[in-house]
């Protein structure tokens, strides 16, 4: 512990969060949780120096790092950091306890949960945990909504999503691209068994909440874009996922698990307020993708 208030009077946040990490392990269990629960879970939202310390773990910060590029499950995860599964997952419950990730049952196999990165709680987190540190590193959020300039050069980077019937999810995910890019990502969407038409709300909720206007647009298989070279293939739907074909070129892959709108079953309205919620978390992850898209061509 002293060795942490060394580092932060000297300035160095990571060292000092490293340190805490160094302490936590050495001591005895019964004195490394109960500081652990008090200082990073306050009602579900992580305490500033608890965030540092939640984060530099080497082992969560890898969890962090896998999900910040995919939604996962567990024994997915269980193979990319080569850690037992009970050891990945109880490192998981912590992340989830600070409120960092979100577990939800996956719509393919109901046994199988995907987890997801909070990114928003992320950066409201890591922000607070500055100024906790010191006002002068207070920093005001910017949301991703401009594209970098540098997604207009040639060629156009390709980006595909993919779901089942191509008709709620993956149009609304490939026209909030296009909308937030000005047309310089060359956008694609495609489903595994199409549907005949689009979904009536998923016209309306674009049409009304961004101002896009898919009418004309139709659903179509992948299999009509078999060949065409992308350099990210995004599956929203777990089903969507497990059948999702190979494309050239081996274009980089990642997972939004997000539940099918049009599965609620609802009266017109509870129908539509869910098409809402499922455009804004979509306009969200969209967003949040802009900066890596950006990456892929600096």
């Known amino acids: 512990m002293d060795v942490a208030r060394a580092y932060l009077q000297l300035g160095y946040l990571r060292g000092a969060a490293r340190a805490l990490v160094e302490a936590d392990a050495v001591a005895p269990a019964e004195v490394r949780c109960r500081p652990l629960a008090r200082t990073v879970v306050a009602q579900g939202h992580p305490a500033p120096a608890g965030v540092a310390r939640l984060a530099a773990h080497p082992l969560r910060w890898r969890l962090l790092t896998e999900l910040a590029a995919s939604d996962y499950r567990v024994r997915e995860l269980v193979t990319l950091v080569g850690e037992p599964q009970n050891l990945v997952s109880y490192h998981l419950r912590l992340l989830r306890d600070a409120g960092l990730v979100t577990a939800a049952r996956s719509s393919f ?8 990165l909070d990114l928003d709680r992320c950066a409201d987190a ?11 590193l ?7 909504d ?7 050069r040639s060629p ?4 595909l999503f993919l779901c089942t019937g191509n008709s709620a999810r993956s149009p609304i995910a490939e026209s909030l691209l296009r909308h937030y890019t000005d047309g310089q990502v060359e956008t694609a969407s495609a489903g595994s068994q199409s549907k005949p038409h689009l979904h009536a709300d998923a016209v ?3 049409r009304e909440e961004f101002d896009i206007d898919i009418t004309a647009q139709s659903p179509r298989h992948w299999d ?3 060949g065409r070279r992308f350099d990210y293939v995004i599956s929203l739907c777990d089903k969507a996922r ?4 190979d494309f050239p070129d081996q274009p980089r892959r990642a997972h939004w698990s997000i539940p099918d709108p049009a599965a609620t079953g609802g009266t017109d309205q509870a129908g539509y307020l869910a098409f809402r919620r499922t455009a804004a978390v979509i306009a969200t992850r969209v967003r949040h993708l802009l900066p890596v898209l950006s990456a892929i061509r600096s």
Do not use: M, N
């Open 138 to 144: 207070r920093r005001e959020r910017v949301a991703p």
């Open 156 to 159: 156009r980077i390709g980006v």
């Open 224 to 226: 009509t874009l078999s």
């Open 204 to 206: 309306r909720v674009l």
């Open 109 to 116: 196999d109901g046994r199988d949960s995907y987890y997801q």
């Open 126 to 136: 890591l922000a607070a945990t500055g100024v906790a540190l010191h006002p002068a």
């Open 242 to 245: 497990e059948a999702c074909p």
């Open 146 to 152: 401009v594209p970098p300039a540098d997604l207009s």
